[in-house]
């Protein structure tokens, strides 16, 4: 099934982009793989872009094998089209808050001369991904000089979820950080974020409705789709065709909450038909391992790459999605627009009202937070029955192609784009 598409028409005028955040290409996860793919797309609609960002790092917390942790500066298009700066920061080996905030702090400070500079460019909008929200002030005064757009767009209220996880905790401190926060976000000619709940939060902050943007993480649902025989990486793991698989896929940190994961996977030993599946890296992933080591219905896999995700995605009857209760609406999980377009059910924590159990309430099943037994009930009651996981995993899937489209996410984005330029 090939995915619904709305592409726009090619810009008129040569437009120049200025893309400034902390993750991108090539790294595979999270904020990095949609910034990519956004920049890719501009490029492709006529854009001229420069990005400026650090060294690949994510998800494993060190720099990439043939990276430098150093300034360098690249044109990945012959034509000019593209220009890519790297600028060096600190990586924790192992990131904790103090430790986390350091790190965003240090790519903010590199990287600044080097965004104030490119006011001299003269873009047409500066776009800034958050995180890091420390580069937001160096980004919106870099737009102002050149009298340039300024957008901040929101993968992460990384402010809000650092206090709510009790990575910072000082309570002076956070008034502090949230009134700063508030005067950043409001300065911004547009602010765009990734849910409907999130939206929601950027009122509450101060930002006027006419100034927000919905601009959600998105599939390319033509790459990304159910196989019609089995997986050849599901035959390559051992399994047997009465397993039924519980796959996690992503990053392991600590907002991932995949204790309760583990814990479901503890209650479910008496199930030795039930295998459960972790891949990728990340903080928590020597932690969890060590603490789960005798546990013969789990499998580890490092992260995979690009080219074997949907291989990867397929070798799961259930798709798995733990999350800690305080990060259910501070962040919407990417992962969700692969595993629903998978065409396979979910299992999710998350409280009622928030997005995430909106989106997959009817498409899976949804257990509160931190009910480890309730989640691994939930697995039970979908590897019982076939039949509903099949219907599940259809709606899933159809509501994947209405919702997470690529190509009309990104149309509908560069659409924005051109409205803001031209000051409607």
Known sequence: MSELSTKPDR???????LVYGLNYAPELTGIGKYSGEMVGQLVADGYEVQVITAPPYYPDWQVFAGHSNWWSSLDIKSNGSLHVIRCPLWVPSKPTGLKRILHLLSFALSSLPIVIAKAFWRPDVVVVVAPAFA??????????LCGAKAVLHIQDFEVDAAF????????FLRRVILAIEGFVLRRFDRVSTISNAMLNRLSDKGVAKDRQLL????VDTSHIFPLETVSPLRTKLGFQPSDVVVLYSGNMGAKQGLDLLLDAALILVDRPDIKFILCGDGAERARLKQKYAGLDNVVWMALQPIDELNNLLNVADVHALPQLAD?????MPSKLTGMMASGRPTVASASDGTEVHAVVSGKGLVVPPGDSAAFAQAIRT??????QRQALGRISREYAIANFGKAAILAKFEQDLQALIRGK
Not at 11 to 17: F, I, M, P
């Open 135 to 144: 580069c937001a002030p160096g980004g919106w005064l870099a737009a102002r």
């Open 164 to 171: 709510s996880l009790g990575l910072l905790k000082n309570t």
């Open 327 to 331: 990060a259910a609406d501070l962040v």
């Open 215 to 218: 601009f959600p993480n998105w």
């Open 382 to 387: 979908l590897a019982d029955s076939p039949d």
């Open 11 to 17: 810009v008129a005028t040569r437009r120049k982009l």
